[in-house]
Structures are given as C-alpha cells and as structure tokens.
C-alpha cells in the first residue's frame, strides 16, 4: 500500500531529522577528539618546561618525538605525568626521566634521551668595536642562535639580550665582527668619567663648600671615586650624586 502525501512528508522530514542528528553527533565526536592532546604533544610540552628552566628565554624544538613516542619503551606509556632533565649534553641532546601510565593503569618511568635545539635572539656587531666605545643600535644585527651545542652554548647564560639599552652601555673590551656578546663584554655607561670638570661639595655637619674638582676615574651614581681638587692638587674620594656632582663627607 502507498504512502499518502501526509505520511511521505513526515517521513522525510524524520530521515532528514536523524540525519541532522547523527551529523551532530558526528560533529561533537570530532570536536572531543580535536580538544584531545596528541602523547608526543603532551611529552614535547613537558620536555619543554623541564628544558626552559635551564635555558630561559629560548625557543626550544624536540624534532621526531611521534616517532620516538611509537617506539619502545614510550610506546608502552599511555599517558605522560611528568618529564625531569637528567642532563643537558654539550652534543645537543638531553635525557630525560620519564614518568607515566600504561594502558593497564600501572605507573611506569623510562630515561629517554633525545636532541632539541634551543634558539635565542641575541645582538652581533657588523663591525670592530674598540674598548670604551658607546654601544649604538646601528652597530649591531639581531640574529637567531642556537645555544643547545657549539661555541656559544658555553655563554648561553651571559649573552648580551636583544633587548639591552645599548644606548647606555659600552664596550669593556674589543667587540669582534660577526661574534656574539657576552654581558660581561660591556658595561653600563659611566654618569662621570675621567677628566670630567665636576662640582665638588665638602660636606661637614651643616656646612658646605662647593669648588671644582676633575674626576680621577670614571663612576656612576651612588659609586665612590676619586677626585682632584686644582688648587690642592690633592685627591679626595667622594660620591656621585645625581647631578653628577661629588660629595665628599669631612
């Protein structure tokens, strides 16, 4: 017997209805599996934190981890906890203590080795720069390096930051071409340097007198140098205020 138009309309309109249904469903499925974070994904990021607290400041890759993770023993985890840096090795890779679950629910701990490379943005001069010199932005590249093996790994940990005021720094000692910077390459500039005319106030008590003197060494506030008043030809040691003048306490 056939279906009357009444009964083929609502029969369509519940097919299309269970279709909507299950696509919803479908779509509420693939959403909780997208939310789901991959085991090599979740180990990277623990791999990550445990590196990042001995080298701050880097942008830190574990390549082949999907591989490494499919293969004995990580193929036995079913889930990772926790990750705890063994060692950091001068070839570019780490090993790793490895804490987790099987899929019986039982905990398990591995020591994975695996290389990584850390990469920090650190300034390089595009020229000799001689001791004493002010530090200028146009003397300088920024230039992405990678601190995980090599040379440079040795001064991860000093490198001068791209992000340093240059403008208040110089040289300490001679600055090469193409080489990184290490912090203890440069120093901060000094508020008073030698030869410098300063003013010179003899403090006692309640009572000031103020003459020039020129500054024997350079200093910066709140540093102790030495000055030379003209007329004395005598050296006293006092402080550098923030005026740059001295002060000498009697």
């Given at each position: 017997?056939g279906?009357?138009q009444?009964?083929g ?11 909507l249904?299950?696509?919803?469903l479908?779509?509420?499925?693939g959403s909780?599996f ?6 090599s ?10 590196l ?13 981890l999907?591989q ?6 990580l193929s ?5 906890d926790?990750v705890r840096?063994?060692?950091d090795?001068?070839?570019g ?10 899929s019986?629910?039982?905990?398990k ?11 920090k943005?650190v ?12 530090l200028?932005?146009a003397?300088f590249?920024?230039t992405?390096?990678n601190?995980?093996?090599?040379a440079?790994r040795?001064y ?6 791209a992000e ?14 193409g080489?990184f ?7 901060r ?5 030698r ?14 007198l ?5 500054a ?11 000055v030379m008043?003209?007329?004395?030809k005598?050296e006293?040691?006092g ?5 740059h ?5 009697l």
């Open positions: 017997m279906l009357t009444d009964q309309g609502s029969s369509l309109k519940f097919r299309f209805g269970l279709i249904f299950f696509a919803a479908g779509l509420s499925f909780a997208a939310g789901a974070e991959a085991p994904a979740r180990l990277a990021s623990l791999m990550r934190a445990s990042s607290a001995v080298i701050p400041e880097a942008s830190l890759a574990i390549p082949s999907e490494t993770c499919s293969s004995p023993p036995m985890f079913e889930r990772f926790r840096l063994i060692e090795r001068p070839n890779s780490a090993l790793f203590e490895v804490t987790g679950r099987t019986a629910g039982l905990e701990i591995e020591l994975v080795q695996t290389p990584y490379s850390a990469w943005k300034l390089v001069p595009t020229r000799r720069i001689y001791p004493n010199t002010r200028q932005e003397d590249r920024i992405e390096m601190v995980a093996t090599g440079i040795e991860r940990g000093a490198l001068l930051s340093a005021p240059l403008a208040r720094l110089q040289t300490k000692q001679t600055l090469l071409e080489r910077v290490t912090t203890a390459s440069v120093e500039q000094p508020d008073v340097r030869g410098d005319t300063v003013r010179l106030d003899l403090v006692s008590g309640d009572l000031s103020s003459t020039q003197a020129t024997s060494e350079n200093g910066s506030v709140g540093d102790r140098i030495r008043a003209p007329k004395t005598k006293v040691v402080i550098v205020r923030e005026d003048s001295v002060e000498v306490a």
